[in-house]
T-cell receptor
């Protein structure tokens, strides 16, 4: 059974700092892994998608890595801004095309 | 990226009424759509997999007679919460499976917030 864990559950850092969010999964048989952002009461925004054959993806200040062998992914946010405050979710896509979600990391960037 | 819409975005209803939520893939055909629900401060939970032209597959613990799913076309799936009760109040999100270009991904709707009084 695939399980996805995100650590920490919450994180608060001053503006301008670089930070790393962690996601681990128990079964390495995945199609891809996605990172999402969710603002309070809102839907999901897809940030980065890493295919199982890829090692990392970058978009602006965001960089996501994937290590299937160790069952880990990280989301690196450079030069954090207050607008980055949100809950960040990672999800893995299983071979039966179902997404398994982590519980999320609530990020607060203090001005 | 592709666009998935949900309607309504927010609904308030009285206990005992039924509520229908629509999920549409606007620029691609989706043979498979998924319905999730999210309680406050919790992760998303997959409720069911909706396949065009066939019955939905429900996850364990999800009542199929309570949450009716219809996927009548390649661009539309509907979730009907029947005889809604306050404990059904939640955030419901749909996604549509996209296989274009041979790459598997899912695009998410903006969500529907249901409040049952």
């Amino acid at each position: 059974k695939q399980e996805v864990t995100q650590i920490p559950a919450a994180l608060s850092v001053p503006e301008g700092e670089n930070l790393v969010l962690n996601c681990s999964f128990t079964d390495s048989a995945i199609y891809n892994l996605q990172w999402f952002r969710q603002d309070p009461g809102k839907g999901l925004t897809s940030l980065l998608l890493i295919q199982s054959s890829q090692r990392e993806q970058t978009s602006g200040r965001l960089n996501a890595s994937l290590d299937k062998s160790s069952g880990r992914s990280t989301l690196y946010i450079a030069a954090s801004q207050p607008g980055d405050s949100a809950t960040y979710l990672c999800a893995v896509l299983r071979s039966n095309y179902q997404l398994i979600w982590g519980a999320g990391t609530k990020l607060i960037i203090k001005p | 990226g592709a666009v998935v819409s949900q309607h309504p975005s927010r609904v308030i209803c009285k206990s005992g009424t039924s509520v229908k939520i629509e999920c549409r893939s606007l620029d691609f055909q989706a043979t498979t759509m998924f319905w999730y629900r999210q309680f406050p401060k919790q992760s998303l939970m997959l409720m069911a997999t909706s396949n065009e032209g066939s019955k939905a597959t429900y996850e364990q613990g999800v009542e199929k007679d309570k949450f009716l799913i219809n996927h009548a076309s390649l661009t539309l799936s509907t979730l009907t919460v029947t005889s809604a009760h306050p404990e059904d109040s939640s955030f419901y999100i749909c996604s549509a499976r996209d296989l274009r270009g041979g790459i598997e991904t899912q695009y998410f709707g903006p969500g529907t917030r249901l409040l049952v009084l």
